[in-house]
């Protein structure tokens, strides 16, 4: 594949949801391992264009937001119709990729059950599951707080969700933050950095008043690069079925996963650091489209503190 030239290389289109995009990052680095020496594009949401700085690729980015009735398709399809491309990864089966120059490559739906990450790597035809990466240079790491950088120990926190209904209490986030961290804890001493987006400041300032300034880094509203460079660094990182989360787990973080109306095994945290734990209870209809989220009540309840300190426990094993 490697052999496929054109004058304008390679063409990917990522999914829409910054979860699913980290989750297809383990596949787009085979891409570019499959098209040595190719300028690459990419077509991705705007805040997700960061995580590109470092492809190791001629790479050009090309934030895609979404507007009304399709518009953002008619306006990337105007803009690239006179390139043509060796190839062409539409990870979203898009309109504009149907009618660009070069041939196309999707992604297959699987039949019965199959993680995301499994359907993002079969893009690239037969082969193996493509864990997700990030790309990152020491630079991210250098520009983290002083705190952040100094600590011996550091806990990332994600409090938080798309909807309501899989957002864990923001409550116990603190008291397992509190627990995990205090004298006789698993991470005792740690540092405790919540991270997402500015929406999310509010549950982090709970999170603060629980363990104290002198341990805790507010994170929330830093860059997508900047917070893998603090995932990589973590010695845990616990939270709800997110972006957050698929982040730690490309970025090497121990990782658990708080699951309840959705479904761990289409969108658990990927690799063998990381793990997922259940609300008990929780009507749920596994699959790829879930109707049972709730938008205005939360089905996180029945998950307690004391099983998400159990199940963060299993995941560290004997290592303290």
């Known amino acids: 594949m490697g052999g496929e030239r054109a004058a304008d290389g390679v063409l990917i289109i990522t999914g829409s949801l910054i979860g699913d995009l980290i ?34 690729a001629e790479t050009e980015v090309i934030p895609l937001a979404k507007k009304k009735r399709g518009e953002h398709w008619l306006e990337l399809w105007w803009k690239l119709r006179k390139r043509r491309w060796a190839r062409i990864y539409d990870f979203r089966n898009s309109g504009a990729g149907r009618f660009l120059n070069g041939p196309r490559s ?65 409550e116990r986030f603190a008291a397992l933050a509190a627990r995990l961290t205090g ?29 104290g300034p002198e341990r805790f880094v507010d994170m929330t509203g830093a860059d997508l690069l900047t917070t893998a460079a603090l995932m990589a660094g973590a010695d845990l990182f616990v939270g709800n079925d997110s972006g957050m989360m698929h982040l730690a787990a490309a970025a090497g973080a121990p990782t658990l996963g708080l699951f309840g109306p959705t479904d761990e ?38 998950l307690t503190v004391d099983e998400v300190a159990a199940a963060a426990d299993r995941l560290l094993g004997d290592g303290r």
């Not at 040595?36 to 705007?46: F, Q």
């Not at 790491?141 to 923001?170: D, M, N, Q, S, Y």
């Not at 609300?279 to 709730?294: H, L, M, R």
Request: glycine share 12%.
């Open 183 to 211: 004298p006789g804890g698993r991470l005792e001493g740690a540092v405790v950095a919540p991270t997402g987006g500015p929406m999310d400041r509010p549950a982090a300032a709970v999170i603060g008043a629980a363990v």
């Open 265 to 302: 095994r289409l969108y658990g945290p990927w690799g063998e650091r990381a793990a997922a734990v259940r609300a008990p209870g929780v009507d749920v209809v596994f699959g790829k489209v879930s109707k049972t989220v709730s938008p205005t009540e939360n089905q996180m309840g029945a």
């Open 23 to 56: 989750m297809s990052t383990g596949a787009i680095a085979e891409i570019v391992r499959r098209h040595p020496g190719a300028p690459v594009t990419v077509v991705c949401p705007p805040a997700t264009a960061v995580l590109f700085r470092h492809l190791p």
């Open 106 to 170: 999707l992604t297959r739906r699987a039949g019965g059950i199959a993680h995301k990450v499994l359907e993002a790597s079969s893009i690239l035809g037969e082969g193996p599951a493509r864990a997700p990466v990030v790309w990152l240079t020491g630079a991210e790491r250098e520009a983290l707080p002083p705190a952040i950088r100094a600590a011996k120990r550091l806990l990332v926190i994600g409090p938080g969700a798309t909807r309501i209904g899989k957002a864990w209490p923001v």
